[in-house]
């Protein structure tokens, strides 16, 4: 019998010493997200003095931004770093489990959508979840936290290295100030103010590889007042070319995304009136749409998002350091962006309070995290671009379904040899974004030679998987 998921990791008791030369610190994180609110949490716990500063109001008195983003899904990464910073029991109510995708095919009548299943243990499910919930409980946490200081409209403006300052600025107005540049951390996420200054300085090169791809969220309201869908699954409707998703939310709705090219005949371009946005959804999506009274309405008035990856190099320049996807902000399609964020956050608490590195001067240390980490964040940008390609269009392909079914078969016949890509990213925290994809490519051969190789009667000829499997780790040592 499958046991529930524990976290392997332990919190980090309140207020321990920091080791080394590196105690009782005083930092700055620019933006109050959920990587910023989650770093200043930890580092509190260490003992460090933290000053936010976040550009936008303060959620805890202000609206969240409506149509900001796609819904989140947590997964083992980001659980494994709520536990470290002692929350994730107070994010638990927030969760809705999902078990796989819901494939819709067709109208949903004469073709019922079909679960494919993430994994195949009870506890390997990701978690839909709010992202203005779990920001404000993140933020609520910090500012719990003795040590920690949250300056909400207040905005980077610049990071002057040479003068040592960082200039803020009060939002919706001119009252500017300077402040001592001391060791900074910058998750002000993929438009970041501070990887703009610093590459205007010439500190660093940046650039987001756009996807030609934008997105614009609906909401499907709850009905009768329970789940107009299955809530234990991510909805898709793959449309080849694009597709909609559905995410449920705990007040029995659902954050519904159309991903659709810009330009071209099935784009947002086409979709200006009611009658175009009507005849588009009746066309592709007359399941979802029949469950969304004002579609047309919300369509218009929602905003139209852009997406893209983030390239920065380096990511630091002397006491200042980006993280999450102020570094290498990646596409939402594998649903990794704030569980690669949190990540970052738990590597570099660990790496700051390891005594090997105490007396390390903050450029070096940073190089370090940046050498160790920089092969994982590209490995997952490039997982999450390939993803998009699988939901939009290859779970509609019966080689790919297939070869799916194989490798959970696989992975339950050889379980130390293999472990299918989704699942090394999705439920393996020990196993490091580069290494999912590199085992990844090879599994994948692997899957389409007995896929070929079938037995005379159609079964997978699991001898010579055996052997295929044994010869690839032999390979891999």
Aim: hydrophobic share 45%.
């Amino acid at each position: 019998m499958d046991r529930p998921f524990r976290p392997r990791l332990k919190p980090i008791p309140a207020a321990i010493s920091a080791t080394g030369s590196r105690r009782n610190l005083e930092v700055t994180v620019i933006g109050c997200g959920l990587a910023g609110a989650l770093l200043a949490l930890l580092l509190a716990r260490r003992g460090h003095r933290v000053s936010v500063y976040e550009r936008r109001a303060d959620p805890r008195r202000a609206g969240a931004e409506s149509g900001r983003s796609i819904n989140l899904a947590l997964a083992t990464r980001g659980i494994r770093a709520l536990t470290a910073a002692g929350i994730m029991e107070r994010v638990q109510p927030l969760l809705i489990g999902m078990r796989g995708r819901m494939v819709h095919t067709g109208d949903d009548v004469a073709h019922p959508p079909q679960l494919q299943p993430y994994g195949q243990r009870a506890h390997e499910v990701i978690h839909s979840v709010s992202r203005a919930r779990l920001n404000r409980l993140l933020i609520e946490a910090a500012a719990a936290q003795p040590g920690v200081t949250l300056h909400f409209d207040t905005a980077c403006t610049d990071v002057d290295l040479a003068r040592g300052t960082l200039t803020l600025r009060a939002t919706g107005s001119d009252t500017v100030r300077e402040t001592s540049l001391g060791p900074t951390f910058a998750t002000d996420g993929a438009g970041s103010a501070v990887r703009q200054a610093l590459g205007s300085a010439g500190r660093l090169s940046a650039h987001i590889d756009e996807l030609e791809h934008d997105y614009k969220e609906l909401l499907l309201p709850a009905r009768a007042g329970g789940f107009a869908l299955d809530p234990n699954a991510l909805h898709i409707w793959p449309r080849r070319g694009f597709m909609l998703i559905a995410l449920p939310n705990i007040d029995h709705s659902f954050t519904v995304t159309l991903f659709l090219p810009r330009h071209g005949a099935a784009s947002f371009d086409n979709l200006r009136g009611t009658a175009d946005i009507d005849a588009f959804f009746q066309r592709e999506f007359p399941g979802a749409a029949a469950l969304i009274p004002d579609l047309a309405a919300q369509f218009r008035s929602n905003p139209q998002g852009r997406l893209g990856t983030v390239h920065a190099a380096p990511w630091a320049a002397g006491p200042v350091l980006l993280l999450g996807d102020a570094a290498h902000g990646i596409v939402p399609f594998h649903g990794q962006g704030m569980n690669a964020a949190f990540e970052d956050c738990v590597l570099l608490d660990e790496l700051l309070h390891d005594p090997r590195h105490a007396d390390l001067p903050w450029p070096e240390l940073f190089q370090r995290f940046e050498a160790t980490r920089r092969p994982d964040t590209e490995a997952i940008a490039t997982l999450s671009l390939e993803n998009y390609a699988e939901m939009r269009s290859d779970v509609l392909d019966p080689k790919f379904v297939r070869q799916k079914a194989l490798g959970l078969e696989l992975e339950r016949r050889f379980p130390q040899a293999f472990i299918p890509e989704y699942a090394m990213v999705m439920f393996h925290a020990e196993i490091p974004y580069a290494e999912a994809l590199r085992r990844g490519r090879l599994q994948q051969r692997i899957l389409e030679q007995l896929d070929t190789a079938r037995l005379p009667d159609g079964a997978p000829d699991y001898g010579l998987a055996g052997r295929l499997l044994a010869s690839a780790e032999a390979l891999s040592r």
